[in-house]
Every structure is written in structure tokens, then in C-alpha cells.
T-cell receptor, first 117, second 108 residues
Framework: GAVVSQHPSRVICKSGTSVKIECRSL??????MFWYRQFPKQSLMLMAT?????????EQGVEKDKFLINHASLTLSTLTVTSAHPEDSSFYIC?????????????FGPGTRLLVL | EDQVTQSPEALRLQEGESSSLNCSYT??????LFWYRQDPGKGPEFLFT???AGEEKEKERLKATLTKKESFLHITAPKPEDSATYLC?????????FGKGTKLTVNP
């Protein structure tokens, strides 16, 4: 199968600090990775598309200076929440796109629960 | 605009009681339809990709089918461990358009 990991799985931080979340594709290379946010009992909300070696593409309403994305290799993308505030508390999920079939398939990580105090 | 609608929003079954979940879509030029399973506090787990009308795929107690307008996820003799939210999604450009999901609860 296709395995995607995220680290950390859970993080608590103080308001005003920055938090970095890592997303790794463990057994395949991913030119494209995605970052989602999910609020309780709601569906996934795409935040940004991350392409290896280029700038991320952010969805409308997502602050690119607040949610910094780096995709430095074909197996690693990072999301940094800068100057985090309580309203940034959420469940963040990444996915990595696996190509080679008739259609590209996204495989998701286990998610990172962020709590900002 | 591409839309994906799942029904019902929630479904409660007794163990062994088979049923189906529905995913209807309006997409121009469908390139595939995905089914995922999401457990509470976890990321979605890939289940199936269906590419064309008439296609069927099976995995354990799950069978996914696809028509030109909708997809069904059939659950045969479900067990409590099948309890989860089931999401369907279609690709649009390089993104996925998700339905809101069906929360399935299987009681022992």
C-alpha cells in the first residue's frame, strides 16, 4: 500500500508560538502533497497544494504568511503555523498524491491535532 | 460546478444487517471516483477507485459500484469495526471534491 506519516500526531503550544508539522510519504515519491484542515463533524477543507520545488498554491481565504508550506523533497512537505492563536486549533491532515495509474490517488496521513492555548 | 452528495448523512445498522451508502455526483468528464473511510481522530483511509460506469470493486465486506450518475458502497453483514465515516470524492483538476460523508454506526 501507500503509507503517509505525519509528525507530531498531537501538539499543544502557547499562543504566539510557531508549530511545524511534517508530512512524509514513506514508500512512494510524491511531487504533489496537499494540506487539509478539519473541524469537528465537518468534512475536509483544502488549505493548499504543495508542489516539490515550487511555491505552494493556497486556497482562497487561507493566509499564506500564516501557514507556511515547504516541499523540499519528493517525500517530505512541512506546514508551519506561524504565530499560532487559539482559533488555529484544529485537526490538520496532509495527503500525498501517487501517480502512475489512470488517475492520481491521494493517500492521507493520520493527522495532527493542534491545540493552541 | 462539480458537486458530490452523499446520503444518508448517518446510518445505524445492527451487526449483520446489510445496507448501501450512496454518492451522487455532477461532474463533467469523470476521471474516477474515490471511496475513503475515516475513523474519528484519524486521516481518511483509501478504499477504492472506480474509473468507469459498470465497474465494481470489493474489499472484505465492502463492495463499491459506479454508474454514470452515482456510486454505491454496499456493506454486507457489517461488523461493529465497520463503524466509521465513509467519504466519496471525485477529482477536479488536481484537487478532490469531497462529499460530506456518511457516518455509519454498526451496533453489536
Amino acid at each position: 500500500g501507500a503509507v503517509v506519516s505525519q509528525h507530531p500526531s498531537r501538539v499543544i503550544c502557547k499562543s504566539g508560538t510557531s508549530v511545524k508539522i511534517e508530512c512524509r510519504s514513506l514508500d512512494f515519491q510524491a511531487t504533489t502533497m496537499f494540506w487539509y484542515r478539519q473541524f469537528p463533524k465537518q468534512s475536509l477543507m483544502l488549505m493548499a497544494t504543495s508542489n516539490e520545488g515550487s511555491k505552494a498554491t493556497y486556497e482562497q481565504g487561507v493566509e499564506k504568511d500564516k501557514f507556511l508550506i515547504n516541499h523540499a523533497s519528493l517525500t517530505l512537505s512541512t506546514l508551519t503555523v506561524t504565530s499560532a492563536h487559539p482559533e488555529d486549533s484544529s485537526f490538520y491532515i496532509c495527503s500525498a498524491e501517487r501517480t502512475g495509474g489512470f488517475v492520481e490517488t491521494q493517500y492521507f496521513g493520520p493527522g495532527t491535532r493542534l491545540l493552541v492555548l | 460546478e462539480d458537486q458530490v452528495t452523499q446520503s444518508p448523512e448517518a446510518l445505524r445498522l445492527q451487526e449483520g444487517e446489510s445496507s448501501s451508502l450512496n454518492c451522487s455526483y455532477t461532474v463533467s468528464g469523470l476521471r474516477g471516483l474515490f471511496w475513503y473511510r475515516q475513523d474519528p481522530g484519524k486521516g481518511p483511509e483509501f478504499l477504492f477507485t472506480l474509473y468507469s460506469a459498470g465497474e465494481e470493486k470489493e474489499k472484505e465486506r465492502l463492495k463499491a459500484t459506479l454508474t454514470k450518475k452515482e456510486s454505491f458502497l454496499h456493506i454486507t453483514a457489517p461488523k461493529p469495526e465497520d463503524s466509521a465515516t465513509y467519504l466519496c470524492a471525485v477529482p477536479r483538476s488536481e484537487k478532490l471534491v469531497f462529499g460530506k460523508g456518511t457516518k455509519l454506526t454498526v451496533n453489536p
